[in-house]
């Protein structure tokens, strides 16, 4: 594990991208349906407990959420997306902040799209997608919970989303990942490290959908 992971810390929160940090170095963002798990993945995958507030409350996360991990790579935790229970305006302003980010956010270098592998591929699921490949960023699917599944319906799901997913922009890649069990944990961090260009290689190819 890149030991710099270890050492992310949170840096600040904005509603809109005119109170983000600095648009410089290079960050990889996460977004998932409220519930997949976004939270508990970020905290695995640093291997911290309270890096990301995690919570039973679907849409917590309101914000751009900006984790440091040296000078120049950061971590952003996009709004949790989905069944949260707010208004349908408050709902679109989320979506919207979401959009602007990813078409104009000069520093993202990567999205990570959580969904959990009991119900992949939801409506805005795909959409979130569809505005990763809008924006031509490397993608990493990580199908949730994969704790919750036996091998062999791992296996399954895993081919059946391959299937579905056409035409994602080069270098992304599909993971089964549970943070109870770590699962598919040092493969998500060496693509984050890859994107993030924290070392000189990335497993990204090793596990491409395509």
Partial sequence: MNPVFQRAHFLSAASGLDHAPTDQGAEVAFAGRSNAGKSSALNALCHQN???????????????????????????????????????????????????????????????????????LTEVDRQMLAWGQDAELPLLILLTKADKLKRGAIDKTLHQVRRELTGLPDGSALLAFSALRAIGIEAAQAWVSGQLALHSSSLAHNHSPT
């Fill in 50 to 120: 309270r890096l990301a507030r995690t919570s039973k409350t679907p849409g917590r996360t309101q914000q751009l959420v900006f984790f440091q991990l040296n000078d120049a790579h950061r971590l952003v935790d996009l709004p949790g997306y989905g069944f949260a229970k707010v208004s349908v305006a408050i709902k679109a302003g989320w979506q919207q902040l979401m959009a602007n980010y990813l078409a104009e956010r000069q520093s993202l270098r990567g999205l990570v799209v959580l969904m959990d592998i009991r119900h992949p």
